[in-house]
């Protein structure tokens, strides 16, 4: 029996020993192998991290005028674990929130965890934060912040141009780790294409928090937290004077305005018409507004002036003279027999007169058709093709947007691939005056006029400058150079007929002729079968100095000389007018009345009705 007892004992030594050793083993695991994991969860328990939102950088125009800006704004927030959610009724009628909006917000977004905030309004009024405030106790979780929202200057739009932010999505949230629930991002234009540098770089504060999540101190008295660093401040190539002059003038049509410095670079200004209210954005992305936009046929969000893409017209014999020049087809003594009109095959193409033998200088002047009917057959559309791409014509220009379109300058495979190997020579024809399959945006012929002023060289063109360091020094961005390697000399004999256009007794814009500067450009006119004639014009100033260098489109508006040569006029001087280059009129107050009359009905009016102030 004693000795049974013994056995006994010794059995149950062995198991609890064992017991005692498998607890230490698993003890010891925890302690070194898992300890990195087990402190996380001990220490998400009683530390609380708290982001710092950056302010976003704002804009400022080439002046240093401000574009963009920060502003206050209330924010109403809910944390879902400690919400009653009996309270949302009354909480959407107070707040002016549709119907069920914040039960939809606490279930998109219930999978990031009940602790985190979820905003349910921004750009909340004083009286519904007041509210609020008198009604705390009785809203568990529902506080507000201040955030900031985008302010926009009252005298223009560039909208285009601006962009605007909203709210992150999960693609957004997938994309970039750099962001979280309800940060906000830009979206389009500036605002999209340089978010890396405008939303500058969170900060964190490390709060302890109790079991029941209130706050019980810093932890390690803040030594931890990090400060947020505010995004950069960057500055606009746009002049705003330039901007508003182009916007106003584009008023209640269709079309799109650019203008660039030729030396430079530089965009001073970019309009697109129609465009829409920066300011509906300031807070949210808001719905009504949206669909009213998307549900408008003239498509206002659409950037005409980087995306559109239409055919030339005649501002291409530009492009198609300088480029048989650089062939040696022709120089400036050559003529080109013009009858009143050119036949290929079994087709008569008809020019706009019988202008005999013609140089380049009066085919440019007068906008001879038959010189260019004759001349494309000579240079061919594989050569043409590669000479325009030096102008970045046919290819993106490489602005610093995003929203950008290539247009397109036919080849023989492209022709082969439409129309089969035995495609029909005569559709060379309409490619000689800018028509046909060519097609380019107004950017691309801005980019085109301003690399001819500046005798085919120039920089990238861009809308951001560069930006204002911490102490508020400007520090410049680099771009790269276009050098098209074109002759000086032929370049001068292009601008030698651009100015008779503007300038000369046969001129097809002489009707822009001023005192105030000399303008040299070519207009365009393009058919369209859908209605009226789309109306263009190029143009640079001052002739022998250059300073601005502008493209003007007119969807369904007429003949380039009545329309977009006037309206591009006067960009230049307004232009020219604010940075010295001329002194500005002294206006005619008896006349400006006039003019004001004018303007108030000018939904009926004619374009040069709207457009008739410098």
């Keep these: 029996m004693t000795q049974l007892s013994s056995t006994r004992k010794t059995v149950l030594s062995t198991i609890i020993i064992g017991i005692f050793l498998l607890y230490s083993l698993k003890l010891v695991q925890m302690q070194i192998f898992f300890y990195n994991k087990y402190e996380g969860k001990s220490t998400g328990n009683s530390i609380k991290i708290v982001e710092q939102t950056p302010l976003r950088g704002v804009l400022y125009d080439r002046n240093l005028n401000l574009m963009v800006d920060n502003i206050p704004s209330y924010t109403v927030r809910i944390t879902p674990a400690d919400y009653d959610t009996t309270m949302s009724p009354l909480l959407e009628t107070m707040l002016s929130l549709p119907k069920d909006t914040i ?89 999209k294409s340089y978010e890396k540098i405008l939303r500058g770089d969170k900060g964190y504060n490390y709060i302890l928090v109790n079991a029941a999540r209130k706050t019980i101190g810093r932890f390690h008295d803040g030594a931890d937290d990090k400060q947020s660093i505010k995004g950069r401040d960057l500055v606009l190539s746009l002049d705003s004077t330039t901007q508003a002059t182009a916007e106003r003038v584009m ?48 498509k206002p969000q659409f950037n005409r002036a980087t995306m559109s893409t239409h055919s030339p017209g005649s501002t291409f014999k530009v492009l198609v003279s300088l480029c048989a020049l650089e062939l040696g087809i022709i120089n400036e003594h050559s003529t080109i027999n013009c009858p009143g009109s050119f036949t290929y095959g079994k087709r008569k193409f008809r020019c706009h007169g019988a202008h005999g033998a013609t140089t380049v200088y009066r085919a440019l002047e007068g906008s001879c058709n038959v010189f260019f009917y004759k001349l494309i057959f000579q240079i061919g559309v594989d050569r ?103 002759s000086p000399r032929n370049v001068a004999i292009i601008k030698k007929g651009m100015w008779l256009v503007v300038n000369g007794g ?109």
């Design 103 to 191: 039960s939809y917000i606490l279930q998109k977004y219930k999978k990031y965890g009940k602790y985190h905030t979820i905003r349910i309004k921004r750009g909340a009024g004083f009286e519904e934060i007041g509210w609020l405030e008198e009604n705390s106790e009785r809203l568990p979780g529902v506080d507000y912040v201040i955030e900031i929202r985008r302010g926009y200057h009252d005298g223009f739009s560039a909208a285009h141009v601006l962009g605007y932010i909203k709210e992150t999505n999960e693609n957004d949230l997938k994309r970039d780790s750099f962001y979280t629930v309800g940060d906000n991002i830009g979206m389009n234009g500036i605002e």
């Design 251 to 298: 008023h209640g049509r269709s079309g799109a305005i650019v203008a660039i410095e030729p030396s430079s670079g530089e965009v001073l200004a970019l309009s697109s018409s129609p465009d829409y209210l920066l300011s509906k954005f300031s807070d949210a992305t808001p719905a009504e507004y949206m669909r009213e936009l998307l549900a408008n046929p003239l």
């Design 384 to 486: 043409l093709n590669e000479f325009a791409k030096k102008f970045r014509i046919g290819t993106k220009t490489g602005i610093d947007l995003l929203e950008e379109s290539k247009g397109l300058i036919p080849t023989s495979k492209y022709y082969e691939k439409v129309y089969g190997k035995q495609w029909p020579k005569g559709i060379l024809v309409s490619v000689g005056i800018g028509q046909g399959e060519v097609s380019v945006t107004p950017l691309q012929l801005a980019l085109m006029t301003a690399l001819i002023a500046n005798n085919g060289k120039t920089y990238e063109p861009h809308l951001v400058k560069g930006y204002l360091d911490e102490k508020k020094k400007f520090v410049p961005f680099h771009f790269d150079e276009i050098n098209t390697g074109v």
């Design 506 to 614: 046969l001129g097809t814009a002489k009707n822009i002729r001023t005192s105030e500067v000399v303008v040299a450009g070519k207009t365009g006119t393009v058919q369209n079968v859908h209605g009226k004639n789309h109306s263009l014009f190029i143009g640079f100033a001052p002739y022998d100095n250059p300073k601005i260098a502008v493209a003007v489109l007119f969807e369904n508006a007429g003949y380039g000389a009545d329309v977009a040569a006037p309206v591009a006029e006067k960009v230049i001087l307004a232009y020219l007018r604010s940075t010295g280059v001329i002194k500005k009129k002294k206006p005619d107050t008896q006349e400006e009345n006039k003019k004001n009359i004018k303007r108030k009905n000018a939904d009926t009016t004619d374009l040069l009705t709207l457009i008739d102030e410098d």
